[in-house]
């Protein structure tokens, strides 16, 4: 099918991506403004969740509501998708009825299948692989506190996960490198690493890998699907927690960004989230914007000036 799919930011140009995050500061300032814009009239986006979320959500919905559309919450529990129907039909079926999907799953080949089967396009809303909607809340968030992220240094500190490897596609697209520090044994995709050799640098420890950092990230241990592992997980990243000290081993004006939900005393401390260089609050908020000028770019309903 020919629709135009968002699964990874590989799927936009780094270009696309740019006018991504400038249309949502757009948006953000005109949503702040109270402006009322409704481009989305009479457009339905059906919201596929396998997995818990309170963010995306709620994002997802209010940026239909408030832009005229409107959206429908699937939940795997009540929809026939959860008793077995196979993905290939329900995509088949939902993609007669609405004019694009976001699908929160597992694996991220049952979101590929789902995108090769719908006639409407297709956003990952976080896969055990990649959360590439959050990427977007993240460098629209950047671009607002301190301009241009190319040529800087961000750094990764935890495990290998599905925001790790999203970060690693963002160093490509968003021209930045990376530095990942993670215990043994949780390290991101080793293909992907490869593949983005010449932009991403391995480390085990933090302080050496956050030194000239503008940005530091982190994220929780334990991903969604993994609870039966936060025990020995503890233990594993026990020294791997962003707090004030560790950044102030950055650069001096660095940021402190997490997708959140937060586990405080675990990957981060108490006092670092509302620190002055914790901007994780926009970084939440701007998903409502970021996804905006998203839907806005897959439904056709605004083309970036070139
Ligand atoms: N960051 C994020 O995706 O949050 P939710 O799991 O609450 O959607
Ligand atoms: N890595 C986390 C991100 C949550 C938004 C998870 O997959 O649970």
């Not at 260089?277 to 439904?299: F, G, I, P, Y």
């Amino acid at each position: 099918m020919t629709s135009r799919h968002f699964l990874t930011l590989l799927d936009f140009s780094p270009k696309e991506l740019k006018q991504l995050i400038t249309r949502a500061s757009e948006l953000r300032t005109m949503q702040n403004n109270g402006v009322i814009y409704e481009p989305f009239k009479s457009k339905v986006l059906g919201m596929i969740f396998e997995k818990s979320s309170t963010r995306t959500r709620v994002s997802f919905e209010s940026a239909m509501i408030q832009s005229g559309g409107g959206a429908i919450f699937l939940s795997s529990k009540d929809t026939q998708l959860g008793r077995g129907e196979p993905v290939a039909d329900s995509a088949k079926v939902l993609s007669r009825m609405v004019d694009i999907i976001m699908i929160r799953t597992f694996e991220h080949e049952k979101l590929e299948t789902f995108a090769r089967n719908s006639s409407v396009p297709v956003i990952n809303a976080l896969t055990d692989s990649y959360h590439p909607c959050q990427l977007l809340a993240d460098m629209q968030t950047y671009h607002e506190h301190r301009g241009d992220i190319s040529g800087k240094t961000v750094t990764w500190v935890g495990d290998g996960n599905n925001m790790c490897h999203s970060y690693i596609n963002a160093a490509r697209q968003f021209d930045f490198h990376l530095n990942i520090a993670c215990p043994a044994g949780f390290e991101p995709n080793a293909k992907l690493v490869q593949d983005n050799k010449d932009r991403v640098s391995l480390f085990r420890s933090p302080k050496e890998a956050v030194e000239q950092s503008s940005l530091v990230v982190t994220d929780v241990w334990a991903s969604m699907g993994q609870e039966s592992e936060q025990d020995q997980r503890v233990n594993a990243f026990s020294g791997y927690q962003v707090n004030s000290d560790l950044m102030s081993l950055a650069e001096k004006d660095a940021l402190f960004m997490h997708c959140l939900p937060a586990h405080r005393g675990e990957e981060v401390s108490e006092e670092l989230m509302e620190a002055t260089d914790s901007v994780v609050w926009d970084e939440a908020e701007n998903r409502l914007h970021a996804q905006k000028a998203l839907l806005e770019m897959l439904l056709g309903t605004w083309t970036p000036h070139s």
